[in-house]
């Protein structure tokens, strides 16, 4: 059956780069696009960017500068790396499949020195 | 971006109840390819979200179907018929027409 599960650090420090794997399986990453969602305290769901089947990315310009979704097929993972942190960015980062119809459990990231 | 307004922020209702959320959007939803990408989303208490419906009004894969969605353009809405106790927690809606994709602020659905 469809599984998604994000694995993160859990503490960040601010400035410093984060950087989250969802690991999938089910169904292969060449055939859906992937989206990465987050919950924060501040601004509840967010939408983040999402890559395509074919590899291509597109992003919440809120993010564009410091977000980087990436890929390895073979390995049915889907990357987000984002630097630059702040507190703001503390909350749960999520990994969904499509059109939003799966997702993962979440992974919590606080933002704190 | 487009801007997505729920109401009610928050709903009390008895078991058995049925109840309605609205979901306006400030742009309509229309997408190039003719089709309406606006969801409804609910996060059960300490979960994650789970869709409900796509589409409008198309119902997601398992999904009870006391759960209806209606609308177009610039103005939806969620229909629960009959609540049950498995439909507490917050209920958002999504639109997947424009990037950014953007979410609605949620409406929290309690019990009496």
């Known amino acids: 059956q469809v599984q998604l599960k994000e694995t993160g650090p859990g503490l960040v420090q601010p400035t410093q780069t984060l950087s989250i794997t969802c690991t999938v399986s089910g169904f292969s990453l060449t055939s859906y696009y992937m989206q990465w969602v987050r919950q924060t305290p501040g601004k509840g769901l967010e939408w983040m960017g999402f890559?395509?089947?074919?590899?291509?990315?597109e992003y919440n310009s809120e993010f564009k500068s410091r977000l980087s979704i990436s890929r390895d097929t073979s390995k049915n993972q889907v990357f987000l790396k984002m630097n630059s942190l702040k507190t703001e960015d503390t909350g749960v980062y999520y990994c969904?499949?499509?059109?939003?119809?799966?997702w993962g459990q979440g992974t919590l990231v606080t933002v704190s020195s | 971006d487009v801007v997505m307004t729920q109401t009610p922020p928050s709903l009390s209702v008895a078991i058995g109840q049925s109840v309605s959320i609205s979901c306006k959007s400030s742009q309509s939803l229309v997408h190039s390819d003719g089709k309406t990408y606006l969801n409804w989303l609910l996060q059960n208490p300490g979960q994650s979200p789970k869709r409900l419906i796509y589409q409008v009004s198309n119902l997601g894969s398992g999904v009870p179907d006391r759960f209806s969605g209606t609308g177009s353009e610039k103005d939806f809405t969620l229909k629960i018929s009959r609540v049950e106790a498995e439909d507490l927690g917050v209920y958002h809606c999504?639109?997947?027409?424009?990037?950014?994709?953007?979410f609605g602020a949620g409406t929290k659905l309690e019990l009496k």
């Open positions: 890559i395509r089947s074919g590899g291509s990315t």
């Open positions: 999504v639109q997947a027409t424009h990037v950014p994709y953007t």
């Open positions: 969904a499949r499509g059109a939003f119809a799966y």
